[in-house]
């Protein structure tokens, strides 16, 4: 099914394009930006084929526009969500309302002393929308909202980046400004 392989592919852009560019002995620029073709040559070496219009389908078509080209089609990144270290000259942004994040139980405890921590990522990911924040925290298990004050971060000098593709991202939240709910 097409829309199965197309899944496959963008889970597998994520991790050679966020994660392990080296699966398949892929550079990365230090703004996260991969050559086209190499990509497509260098995963049809690790058994992933896909041509050029099947990636333009999988850029066009995902669910939170994860990826990005560059104006001429030669090169592609991921719009967030890194592990590794690249430079996405993010635009810094004011948050007008409360920012949501989608976690576990078994952090809570942890949360409630740290704060939120980016972790194994570059910066701690958050969506305007509770929908999505129930999305993420889904992928662990029963979904956790947790409601953040980002006005009020702001107005204490924290700052807030966009991503492309609307994800807010920042260094850390710390404890005071989320609300745990009851
Ligand atoms: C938790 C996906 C203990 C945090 C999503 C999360 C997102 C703590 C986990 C993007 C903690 C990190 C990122 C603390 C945070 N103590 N646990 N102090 N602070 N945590 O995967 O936000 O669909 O690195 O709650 O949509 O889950 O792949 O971050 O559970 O936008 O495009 O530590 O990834 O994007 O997990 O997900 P992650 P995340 P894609």
Known sequence: MKEKKINTISKFLSLVLR????????QLDKNGWANVDELIIQSHQFGKEFDFGLLEEVVETNDKKR???NVDLTKIRANQGHSIDVELNLKESEPKDFLYHGTVEKFIDSIKKEGLQK?????????KDKETAIKVG???GEPIVLKINAPKM????YKFYL???NVWLIDEVPA???????
């Open 19 to 26: 994660h392990a560019p080296e699966t398949i002995q892929l």
């Open 67 to 69: 990826f990005t080209f």
């Open 119 to 127: 972790m194994s990522r570059q910066y701690v990911h958050l969506s």
């Open 138 to 140: 889904s992928r662990r």
């Open 154 to 157: 702001f107005l204490d000098g």
């Open 163 to 165: 991503s492309e593709n």
């Open 176 to 182: 005071t400004y989320i609300d745990f709910g009851s």
